[in-house]
């Protein structure tokens, strides 16, 4: 790792000016992620603002939903009494990922702000427009097994790789930033990006921003939700596909569906039209392949993740299945 | 290597300027003599280099002030600061016993234990967090002390598998892996036991898939998990306090 300054502020306007004060300065939370890029030079910061201080550590019942603090870890929020009982989805989904030692560490908003795992990427010797904008995307015509299907451009087709970010997009969260101008929220699905001309950007985030929390509104799908993960091992590796499905079921009848995949575009992708589809339908096999056929509308397969197009639509029909109880 | 010394220092607390060290000064020294473009040889470039030069020698001499003055000037807003190549002190509690510390910010927990304190059980397997081999416990919660800052664990308990046994005698999870057989080449072993430990602690281990879904960012390249399983299972049946 190359040396770096470490500040670590009390409050979190202090913390946001020490991030303003220099251009090449990080929030550094857990750390799981950061330390990996620094060790091989895919980040360099000179600065690292701790922001472990500052008091984001809860989560909170409110009128309306469920806040949770930004440094709330991975192993407290999948843990969480509340959080079990009235988004099981989401604790199913943080539970599905990383390891438990990376989960004690790992935080909420870190979480969120994870770069994808695309090895070239990683890799500093090779191509990459998101490591270094203009070098070219390395995947494109390369090994390109892990990418995208949705959303990607020609400079970049690289997924997003968290699965608590995918329960939380189709939760309908919202996430609460802190900034140099004052605090903000941005809805979940418009929080990370779709690479476009600027894949070296993730989010949406404004420069100097801090994400405080995360807000998850009320919502009758707690009986009813399932995070389905299919990777090449049974556990700790990231998702080839992931569905996270949630239903409101009445009589046998689906008032409402929420429906997310990960590991298929750079963003947790909302599959908002399945989600029209499935409404009103009785609960069934045929109603939700119906529903994953509308899903995979638009997508494109590379040379090597093919196998993507077929895999994706039948993990949304047992995820729903499993979530219908129908299994 | 030349064009990475770069010395950091702060003129006042909301500028951080940065300048190139000596070896590029002396480069354009050496320059000097040679035959330059007319225009870099005019009184222009010649003012413009002595006041570079002097601005240098301002940075190089703030550069070389003592790290309090650093210090001071972000005291202000309330931080606690390191510069980037300075050694802050610290304590952390390892194994019960209270250690006053000089470490640089990049210094991990892992690189700390192994090589400042001599705790070389606590294994570097990947150093990415991938392999599980430096598990230790900070504050009883099982975590990678190579993707962990050791400034970020200031305060906190760190124990490593030299902290488990009480005296001669072995902690239940140490004294099970023995006796199950729950490694062949003994690299991961200690990752293993300190998760292990935690796994039961956290109230994962009730079946074996639980145990195998809890312990999977511990690898062992022998494959001794079946045994490794026996051994955690055995511990949580016996009932004893781990």
Redo the contacts between chains.
């Keep these: ?11 979190q306007k ?1 913390a946001i ?2 991030l303003a ?2 251009n090449n300065a990080m929030f ?1 939370a857990g ?2 992620n950061l ?2 890029l620094m ?2 030079y895919v980040v360099v910061p ?3 603002v ?1 922001i ?1 201080q500052l008091p984001l550590h809860n989560i909170e019942q409110l009128n309306g939903g469920i806040r949770i603090g930004a440094l709330v870890t991975n ?1 407290a929020l999948a843990e969480h009494k509340l959080i079990k009982e009235k988004y099981p989805l989401l604790s199913q989904a943080v539970v599905s990922g ?5 989960r ?2 790992a935080t909420v908003g870190g979480n969120m702000m994870q770069r994808t795992r695309c090895y070239y990427f990683y890799d500093t010797a090779l191509p990459c427009n998101k490591r270094e904008p203009g070098t070219g995307c390395g995947a494109l015509d390369g090994v390109n097994r892990m990418h995208a299907i949705f959303g990607f451009s020609d400079k970049c087709i690289a997924v997003h790789p968290s699965d608590m970010s995918v329960a939380l997009a189709a939760l309908d969260a919202t996430v609460q930033v802190s900034g140099p101008k004052g605090e903000r929220s941005i809805a979940f699905t418009d929080f990370h990006r779709l690479p476009g001309e600027q894949p070296e950007k993730d989010t949406n985030l404004h420069k100097n921003e801090l994400i405080t929390s995360v807000f998850i509104p009320d919502a009758p799908f707690a009986r009813n939700a399932c995070y389905l993960k299919v990777r090449e ?4 590796a990231f998702a080839l596909v992931s569905v996270a499905a949630a239903l409101d079921i009445s009589n046998n009848s689906i008032r409402e569906a929420r429906l997310a995949m990960g590991g298929v575009a750079h963003k947790p992708w909302r599959l908002f039209k399945a989600e029209k589809t499935l409404k009103g339908m009785p609960v069934s096999e045929a109603s939700f392949r119906q529903a994953a056929a509308v899903a995979m509308e638009g997508a494109r397969a590379f040379e090597h993740n093919a196998y993507k197009i077929k895999m994706a639509p039948e993990t949304i029909v047992h995820a729903l299945k499993t979530a219908a109880g129908i299994v | 290597m030349a064009n ?1 010394k770069i010395v ?1 220092t702060k003129l006042r607390a ?3 300027i940065l300048c190139s060290s000596n070896e590029n000064l002396m480069a354009k020294e050496e320059n000097s003599g040679k035959i330059l473009p007319e225009s870099r040889t005019d009184k222009k470039y010649n003012e413009a280099r002595r006041t570079f030069l002097k601005q240098s020698s301002l940075l190089t001499a703030l550069a070389l002030a003592p790290p309090a003055v650093v210090k001071a000037a ?1 005291a202000g ?9 300075e050694k ?1 002190p610290l304590s952390l509690e390892i194994n019960g016993e209270l250690k006053k510390l000089s470490v ?3 210094t ?1 927990l892992l690189d700390l234990l192994r090589e400042q304190l001599d705790l070389t059980g606590t294994k570097k397997g990947c ?3 991938q392999c ?1 081999a430096c ?1 230790v416990h900070a504050d009883g ?4 002390s190579c ?3 050791t ?2 664990q200031e305060g906190k308990k760190i124990t490593t598998i030299e902290g488990l046994a009480t005296g001669d005698e072995l902690h239940p999870m140490q004294a099970a892996f023995i006796e199950y057989d729950g490694f062949q080449c003994g690299y991961c072993t200690p990752g293993q036991i300190m ?1 292990g430990v ?2 039961i602690r ?1 109230g ?1 281990a009730n079946s074996e898939s639980e145990i ?7 690898i062992c390249r022998c494959g001794a998990y079946p045994n490794i399983i026996k051994a955690i299972t055995a511990v949580k049946k016996g009932g004893k306090k781990v």
């Design positions: 790792m190359i040396p770096f300054q470490y500040v670590r502020p009390k409050q202090a000016d020490a004060r220099d550094i750390g799981t330390l990996d060790k091989r000179q600065k690292l701790d472990n192993t990383a390891s438990a030692q990376l004690n560490m091992r049974a556990s700790f | 990475r950091a909301n500028d951080l972000e807003l309330d931080e606690k600061v390191a510069d980037q190549f802050v640089e910010p990049r991990t150093d990415y967090g599980g598990t919660q099982r975590i990678n993707l962990s800052l400034v970020m998760s935690a796994c956290e994962h195998r879904e809890y312990m999977s960012g511990n």
